[in-house]
């Protein structure tokens, strides 16, 4: 009995010392609240993604470091696993290095288009106020390899390569077969900054979007300005897919130009953010869409918000819509931790 006591004891002290310099991390996100639209019932859905996830880091000496995260997003108001068949970690799962000059990750990522412009959106392209989304950004893309610079006196940049026919999707028809790259580059130095990005999304055709923008803070205000186009090519429009939608309609994208400006404006007040933007989208059959939105986040502490947002979306007559006025309120309670 004292042997195998002393035993695990040894053991228990042998593992310690062998993760000493490893540690892993559980957060998550969870949020839930009422929707009503224009033409709909009230139903319960999120403003921020609800998600629990884990994150990796060892010390291997030298300033290097293993890194590793895993992210399953679900529905909190039923339940249901977001993401396809099969996607258990939809948000991320990935394994990578980090050192001083940056870090370089493999796997489900983060797409770089999207982490970059949001940040310039006032509703971070949630909810009902969030920006009109491009038809071709995704919020994250798999197959991929993600490098992210260190930061240089508030310059950085990033670069990624996603491999062509990978997922077994409609939208990895030979036909529109490509692979994948995108580049960042950003300024957040003070009050002040500015980003651009290029995009060319696999499997659509050589489709791509660029945009530029950049923000100024000035005491509890921040106005923010960005500019993007998206270029659907005939191959990818040629599928039909739902995946790459119009922003306004849902309906598959078509070929040509979207083109998207949005102005934005955040002002904090004791607990609160007040947060306001302006949407204007032109489509390739020159429809021109605007959107308006106003909202407010209250911190009951630093994990802890409630939120009230409101949209007003007018989509251009010539749509033919059953509504082409269409407004929106959402109302809910976010917990980080």
């Given amino acids: 009995m004292k042997k195998t006591l002393i035993a695990l004891a040894v053991l228990g002290a042998t593992a310690g010392v062998a993760h000493a310099q490893s540690n892993v991390t559980i957060y998550g996100i969870v ?4 929707v009503k639209e224009t033409g709909s019932k009230a139903y319960m859905n999120e403003l921020v993604n609800n998600r629990i996830g884990f994150r990796g880091v060892e010390d291997l000496g030298g300033g290097l470091k293993a890194t590793f995260e895993l992210e399953k997003r679900f529905n909190l108001f039923n339940g249901a696993t977001r993401g396809g068949a099969g996607e258990e970690f939809d948000g991320a799962s ?3 290095l980090a050192g001083n000059w940056g870090a370089v990750r493999f796997g489900r990522v983060n ?6 412009l949001r940040t310039l959106d006032p509703f971070n392209q949630y909810g009902v106020g969030g920006m009109f989304e491009s038809p071709l950004r995704s919020a994250r893309i798999s197959s991929t390899t993600r490098f992210d610079s260190a930061n240089y006196s508030g310059f950085s940049f990033g670069a990624s390569y996603s491999l062509e026919n990978q997922s077994g999707g409609a939208q990895d028809d030979q036909a529109n077969g490509n692979a994948g790259y995108a580049v960042s580059g950003k300024y957040a130095n003070g009050p002040v900054v500015v980003l651009a990005n290029y995009n060319r999304a696999a499997n659509t055709d050589d489709s791509n979007n660029w945009n530029v923008g950049g923000a100024y803070s000035f005491g509890p205000a921040k106005i923010s300005l960005a500019y993007e186009k998206t270029k659907v090519k005939a191959g990818l429009a040629a599928l039909g897919n739902d995946d790459y939608a119009d922003p306004v309609t849902g309906d598959a994208a078509v070929e040509g130009d979207y083109k998207n400006v949005l102005v934005g404006v955040s002002y904090k007040i004791g607990a609160g953010t007040i947060n306001a933007s302006y949407n204007h989208l032109k489509t390739p059959e020159d429809y021109k869409d605007q959107k308006f939105a ?4 209250h911190d009951l502490s630093k994990r802890t ?3 009230l947002d409101y949209s007003h979306t007018r989509a251009d007559s010539d749509r033919g819509l059953d509504d082409d006025k269409i407004n929106a309120v959402q109302l809910g309670v976010t917990h980080k931790f």
């Fill in 31 to 34: 949020d839930t609240g009422f």
């Fill in 94 to 96: 990935n394994v990578g």
């Fill in 305 to 307: 918000s409630v939120y």
């Fill in 294 to 297: 106003l909202g407010y986040t």
């Fill in 111 to 116: 797409e770089l288009s999207t982490e970059t």
